[in-house]
């Protein structure tokens, strides 16, 4: 679950991908995804929160790792990688 504090020493991320109408829906499944499937079981994942713009052309996701140490490890994890780049 994600949780907002400043007493926690949590790494936060907030990413911001731009697509076509079309592409929202596709873009949240993938991340969606790419969660469920992989990144949760990563050491070091606390959460993710997906947000979509009612225009449809934003979807922000909201994520927290306990360490940048651990979210540059999933980054460096060629299957994730992979995977959200099809």
Same mark, same amino acid.
């Given at each position: 679950m994600t949780t907002i504090s400043k007493d926690n020493n949590y790494v936060t991320?907030?990413?911001?991908?731009?697509v076509e109408p079309v592409n929202q829906q596709k873009l949240i499944d993938l991340l969606t995804s790419a &969660?469920?499937?992989?990144v949760r079981q990563i050491p070091g994942f606390i959460s993710s929160s997906?947000?979509?713009?009612?225009?449809?052309?934003?979807? &922000? +996701? !909201?994520?927290?790792? %306990?360490?940048? +140490?651990? !979210?540059?490890? +999933?980054?460096?994890?060629?299957?994730?990688? %992979?995977?959200?780049?099809?």
């Open positions: 991320l907030i990413n911001i991908f731009i &969660t469920n499937d992989s997906l947000h979509r713009s009612l225009d449809g052309h934003k979807v &922000t +996701m !909201y994520a927290q790792w %306990k360490s940048i +140490m651990d !979210y540059q490890n +999933m980054r460096n994890n060629s299957g994730i990688s %992979k995977k959200l780049l099809r």
